[in-house]
C-alpha cells in the first residue's frame, strides 16, 4: 500500500512565502514523476509543477518564476517552494506521485489527502 503525505500548508498574506512536502511511503519499486496539483475553490484540478526521476520539471505559466518544485529521491519526497504568493494561489494542493510498486510492471498514479493554502489580500 502507498501513501503519500503532505504538510506544509496554511494562511499567508500576499507577497509572502510558504514552503509544501510532500512524502511517499509503502511498497513502492520506483517513481517515476511526482509533482504537485492545486484545486481552486469552484474550479477544476490543475496542474502546478512536476518533476520527473532524472530531475527534469515543467510548471505551469502562472507560477513560473515564483514557485519551484524539487524532489528527493532517497527521501520519497517532493517539495514546492513558493514565493511572490498571490491571492489567485488560493486551493487546495495535492501531491500526486506515478510509480511502480514493488512485485509488478505497471506504474499508478497516486494522491496526497490534500493541503489548504490561503492568500490573504
Known amino acids: 500500500q502507498v501513501q503519500l503525505v503532505e504538510s506544509g500548508g496554511g494562511l499567508v498574506e500576499a507577497g509572502g512565502s510558504l514552503r509544501l512536502s510532500c512524502a511517499a511511503s509503502?511498497?513502492?519499486?520506483?517513481?517515476?514523476?511526482m509533482g504537485w496539483y492545486r484545486q481552486p475553490p469552484g474550479k477544476q484540478r490543475e496542474l502546478v509543477a512536476r518533476?520527473?526521476?532524472?530531475?527534469?520539471?515543467n510548471y505551469a505559466d502562472s507560477v513560473k518564476g515564483r514557485f519551484t518544485i524539487s524532489r528527493d529521491n532517497a527521501k520519497q519526497s517532493v517539495y514546492l517552494q513558493m514565493n511572490s504568493l498571490k491571492p489567485e494561489d488560493t486551493a487546495v494542493y495535492y501531491c500526486?506521485?506515478?510509480?511502480?510498486?514493488?512485485?509488478?510492471?505497471?506504474?499508478?498514479?497516486?494522491w496526497g489527502q490534500g493541503t489548504q493554502v490561503t492568500v490573504s489580500s
Open positions: 509503502g511498497n513502492i519499486a520506483i517513481i517515476r514523476t
Open positions: 500526486n506521485a506515478d510509480l511502480v510498486t514493488l512485485f509488478t510492471t505497471t506504474h499508478n498514479d497516486y
Open positions: 518533476t520527473t526521476i532524472d530531475g527534469s520539471t
